[in-house]
T-cell receptor, first 115, second 113 residues
Framework: AQSVTQLGSHVSVSEGALVLLRCNYSSSVPPYLFWYVQYPNQGLQLLLKYTSAATLVKGINGFEAEFKKSETSFHLTKPSAHMSDAAEYFC?????????????FGTGTKLQVIP | DTGVSQNPRHKITKRGQNVTFRCDPISEHNRLYWYRQTLGQGPEFLTYFQNEAQLEKSRLLSDRFSAERPKGSFSTLEIQRTEQGDSAMYLCASFGWGTGELFFGEGSRLTVL
Protein backbone atom coordinates (compact mmCIF):
# COMPACT_ATOMS: atom_id res chain seq x y z
CA ALA A 1 0.00 0.00 0.00
CA GLN A 2 1.21 3.47 -0.80
CA SER A 3 2.00 5.95 1.94
CA VAL A 4 3.60 9.32 2.52
CA THR A 5 5.62 10.54 5.48
CA GLN A 6 6.25 14.21 6.02
CA LEU A 7 8.97 14.90 8.54
CA GLY A 8 8.18 17.86 10.75
CA SER A 9 4.64 19.03 11.30
CA HIS A 10 5.89 22.60 11.78
CA VAL A 11 8.82 24.35 10.11
CA SER A 12 9.90 27.93 10.81
CA VAL A 13 12.22 29.90 8.56
CA SER A 14 13.25 33.52 8.37
CA GLU A 15 12.13 35.61 5.44
CA GLY A 16 14.72 35.19 2.70
CA ALA A 17 16.03 31.88 4.04
CA LEU A 18 15.95 28.51 2.32
CA VAL A 19 12.76 26.49 2.65
CA LEU A 20 13.12 22.70 2.86
CA LEU A 21 10.08 20.53 3.49
CA ARG A 22 10.71 16.80 3.60
CA CYS A 23 8.63 14.02 2.10
CA ASN A 24 9.31 10.31 1.85
CA TYR A 25 6.97 7.94 0.05
CA SER A 26 6.27 4.28 -0.23
CA SER A 27 4.75 2.84 -3.37
CA SER A 28 4.71 -0.57 -5.02
CA VAL A 29 4.80 0.91 -8.52
CA PRO A 30 6.51 3.95 -10.03
CA PRO A 31 4.48 6.71 -8.46
CA TYR A 32 3.19 10.07 -9.39
CA LEU A 33 4.13 12.55 -6.65
CA PHE A 34 2.62 15.90 -5.82
CA TRP A 35 3.01 18.85 -3.51
CA TYR A 36 -0.09 20.83 -2.62
CA VAL A 37 -0.40 24.05 -0.62
CA GLN A 38 -3.35 24.96 1.57
CA TYR A 39 -4.09 28.41 2.95
CA PRO A 40 -6.43 28.76 5.95
CA ASN A 41 -10.04 27.78 5.24
CA GLN A 42 -9.29 27.01 1.62
CA GLY A 43 -8.93 23.94 -0.52
CA LEU A 44 -5.65 22.53 -1.81
CA GLN A 45 -3.76 24.07 -4.68
CA LEU A 46 -1.23 22.13 -6.73
CA LEU A 47 2.34 23.43 -6.42
CA LEU A 48 4.08 20.86 -8.59
CA LYS A 49 3.99 17.25 -9.71
CA TYR A 50 6.35 14.47 -10.72
CA THR A 51 5.09 12.10 -13.40
CA SER A 52 8.22 10.11 -14.34
CA ALA A 53 9.74 12.71 -16.60
CA ALA A 54 12.49 15.01 -15.28
CA THR A 55 13.50 14.24 -11.69
CA LEU A 56 13.83 17.94 -10.82
CA VAL A 57 10.41 19.49 -11.01
CA LYS A 58 9.73 23.19 -10.97
CA GLY A 59 6.43 24.51 -9.72
CA ILE A 60 4.64 27.73 -9.05
CA ASN A 61 5.80 30.49 -6.71
CA GLY A 62 9.47 29.54 -7.06
CA PHE A 63 9.14 26.08 -5.49
CA GLU A 64 10.84 22.99 -6.82
CA ALA A 65 11.22 19.36 -5.78
CA GLU A 66 13.60 16.57 -6.65
CA PHE A 67 12.52 12.97 -7.06
CA LYS A 68 15.17 10.62 -5.64
CA LYS A 69 14.20 7.01 -6.21
CA SER A 70 17.11 5.61 -4.20
CA GLU A 71 16.01 7.61 -1.17
CA THR A 72 12.26 7.36 -1.89
CA SER A 73 12.14 11.09 -1.30
CA PHE A 74 10.48 14.08 -2.90
CA HIS A 75 11.57 17.06 -0.82
CA LEU A 76 10.22 20.53 -1.55
CA THR A 77 12.56 23.52 -1.64
CA LYS A 78 12.53 27.23 -2.28
CA PRO A 79 15.72 29.28 -2.22
CA SER A 80 14.27 32.34 -0.51
CA ALA A 81 11.15 32.32 1.68
CA HIS A 82 8.55 35.02 1.34
CA MET A 83 5.94 35.98 3.91
CA SER A 84 3.23 34.85 1.52
CA ASP A 85 4.64 31.29 1.63
CA ALA A 86 3.24 30.81 5.13
CA ALA A 87 0.73 27.99 4.69
CA GLU A 88 0.36 24.25 5.12
CA TYR A 89 2.02 21.99 2.59
CA PHE A 90 0.96 18.45 1.74
CA CYS A 91 2.93 15.82 -0.11
CA UNK A 92 0.88 13.20 -1.96
CA UNK A 93 1.51 9.97 -3.81
CA UNK A 94 -0.72 8.62 -6.55
CA UNK A 95 -0.95 5.26 -8.20
CA UNK A 96 -3.53 3.44 -10.23
CA UNK A 97 -5.12 0.72 -8.17
CA UNK A 98 -8.37 -1.12 -8.71
CA UNK A 99 -8.90 0.85 -11.89
CA UNK A 100 -8.79 4.30 -10.37
CA UNK A 101 -6.19 6.87 -9.43
CA UNK A 102 -5.71 6.55 -5.67
CA UNK A 103 -4.14 9.63 -4.10
CA UNK A 104 -2.77 9.42 -0.57
CA PHE A 105 -1.73 12.50 1.36
CA GLY A 106 0.78 13.07 4.12
CA THR A 107 -0.19 14.72 7.38
CA GLY A 108 1.12 18.09 6.27
CA THR A 109 3.83 20.56 7.27
CA LYS A 110 2.85 23.99 8.47
CA LEU A 111 5.37 26.58 7.30
CA GLN A 112 5.88 29.69 9.37
CA VAL A 113 7.88 32.57 7.87
CA ILE A 114 9.43 34.93 10.39
CA PRO A 115 9.99 38.53 9.27
CA ASP B 1 -15.23 30.36 -12.81
CA THR B 2 -14.58 26.90 -14.16
CA GLY B 3 -13.03 25.40 -11.04
CA VAL B 4 -14.52 22.96 -8.55
CA SER B 5 -17.33 24.53 -6.57
CA GLN B 6 -18.57 23.39 -3.16
CA ASN B 7 -21.44 24.56 -1.03
CA PRO B 8 -22.21 25.42 1.60
CA ARG B 9 -18.77 26.60 2.64
CA HIS B 10 -19.66 26.39 6.31
CA LYS B 11 -22.35 24.43 8.11
CA ILE B 12 -23.04 24.44 11.84
CA THR B 13 -25.51 21.85 13.02
CA LYS B 14 -26.67 20.15 16.16
CA ARG B 15 -25.83 16.56 16.89
CA GLY B 16 -28.36 14.20 15.35
CA GLN B 17 -29.29 16.43 12.44
CA ASN B 18 -28.74 15.53 8.79
CA VAL B 19 -26.53 17.63 6.51
CA THR B 20 -25.87 17.59 2.78
CA PHE B 21 -22.96 19.02 0.85
CA ARG B 22 -22.85 19.63 -2.86
CA CYS B 23 -19.91 19.56 -5.25
CA ASP B 24 -19.84 20.79 -8.82
CA PRO B 25 -16.68 19.48 -10.51
CA ILE B 26 -14.89 20.86 -13.54
CA SER B 27 -17.30 20.11 -16.37
CA GLU B 28 -15.08 17.91 -18.52
CA HIS B 29 -13.85 15.79 -15.59
CA ASN B 30 -15.69 12.49 -15.25
CA ARG B 31 -13.84 11.41 -12.09
CA LEU B 32 -14.80 12.89 -8.74
CA TYR B 33 -13.42 12.32 -5.26
CA TRP B 34 -14.55 13.21 -1.74
CA TYR B 35 -12.01 13.63 1.04
CA ARG B 36 -12.32 14.48 4.72
CA GLN B 37 -9.77 16.62 6.52
CA THR B 38 -9.60 17.04 10.28
CA LEU B 39 -7.45 19.52 12.15
CA GLY B 40 -3.76 18.74 11.84
CA GLN B 41 -4.28 15.95 9.34
CA GLY B 42 -3.99 15.55 5.63
CA PRO B 43 -7.02 14.81 3.49
CA GLU B 44 -8.35 11.26 3.93
CA PHE B 45 -10.05 9.51 1.04
CA LEU B 46 -13.78 8.88 1.43
CA THR B 47 -15.15 7.87 -1.95
CA TYR B 48 -14.66 8.01 -5.71
CA PHE B 49 -17.00 8.32 -8.69
CA GLN B 50 -16.43 7.70 -12.34
CA ASN B 51 -19.33 9.35 -14.08
CA GLU B 52 -22.39 8.32 -12.03
CA ALA B 53 -20.86 5.10 -10.71
CA GLN B 54 -19.49 5.03 -7.17
CA LEU B 55 -16.51 2.75 -7.62
CA GLU B 56 -14.69 2.93 -4.33
CA LYS B 57 -15.59 3.68 -0.72
CA SER B 58 -13.30 4.02 2.25
CA ARG B 59 -13.95 2.28 5.54
CA LEU B 60 -14.21 5.82 6.92
CA LEU B 61 -17.55 6.10 5.13
CA SER B 62 -19.88 4.66 7.75
CA ASP B 63 -23.49 3.76 6.98
CA ARG B 64 -24.51 7.26 8.09
CA PHE B 65 -22.71 8.66 5.07
CA SER B 66 -24.05 8.47 1.54
CA ALA B 67 -22.74 10.00 -1.64
CA GLU B 68 -24.38 10.26 -5.01
CA ARG B 69 -23.61 11.59 -8.44
CA PRO B 70 -26.93 11.06 -10.19
CA LYS B 71 -26.19 12.30 -13.68
CA GLY B 72 -22.44 12.11 -13.62
CA SER B 73 -22.15 15.84 -13.08
CA PHE B 74 -22.59 17.31 -9.58
CA SER B 75 -22.26 15.16 -6.48
CA THR B 76 -23.81 15.25 -3.02
CA LEU B 77 -22.47 13.94 0.26
CA GLU B 78 -25.09 13.43 2.97
CA ILE B 79 -24.37 12.72 6.61
CA GLN B 80 -27.28 11.43 8.65
CA ARG B 81 -27.59 11.67 12.44
CA THR B 82 -24.45 13.77 12.70
CA GLU B 83 -22.01 13.20 15.56
CA GLN B 84 -19.41 15.56 16.98
CA GLY B 85 -16.71 13.37 15.45
CA ASP B 86 -18.04 14.29 12.01
CA SER B 87 -16.78 17.84 12.46
CA ALA B 88 -14.24 18.31 9.67
CA MET B 89 -13.59 19.92 6.34
CA TYR B 90 -15.13 17.93 3.49
CA LEU B 91 -13.19 18.39 0.28
CA CYS B 92 -14.30 17.54 -3.21
CA ALA B 93 -11.87 17.10 -6.08
CA SER B 94 -12.18 16.30 -9.73
CA PHE B 95 -9.51 14.47 -11.64
CA GLY B 96 -7.93 15.78 -14.79
CA TRP B 97 -6.96 12.68 -16.71
CA GLY B 98 -4.82 14.65 -19.12
CA THR B 99 -2.88 16.40 -16.37
CA GLY B 100 -2.97 13.54 -13.87
CA GLU B 101 -3.82 15.81 -10.97
CA LEU B 102 -6.66 16.45 -8.57
CA PHE B 103 -8.36 19.84 -8.67
CA PHE B 104 -9.85 20.71 -5.29
CA GLY B 105 -12.77 22.83 -4.30
CA GLU B 106 -12.51 25.17 -1.34
CA GLY B 107 -14.20 22.68 0.94
CA SER B 108 -17.26 22.57 3.16
CA ARG B 109 -16.50 22.95 6.84
CA LEU B 110 -18.88 21.10 9.15
CA THR B 111 -19.18 21.89 12.84
CA VAL B 112 -21.39 19.60 14.90
CA LEU B 113 -22.39 21.01 18.28
Amino acid sequence: AQSVTQLGSHVSVSEGALVLLRCNYSSSVPPYLFWYVQYPNQGLQLLLKYTSAATLVKGINGFEAEFKKSETSFHLTKPSAHMSDAAEYFCAVSEITGGYQKVTFGTGTKLQVIP
Amino acid sequence: DTGVSQNPRHKITKRGQNVTFRCDPISEHNRLYWYRQTLGQGPEFLTYFQNEAQLEKSRLLSDRFSAERPKGSFSTLEIQRTEQGDSAMYLCASFGWGTGELFFGEGSRLTVL
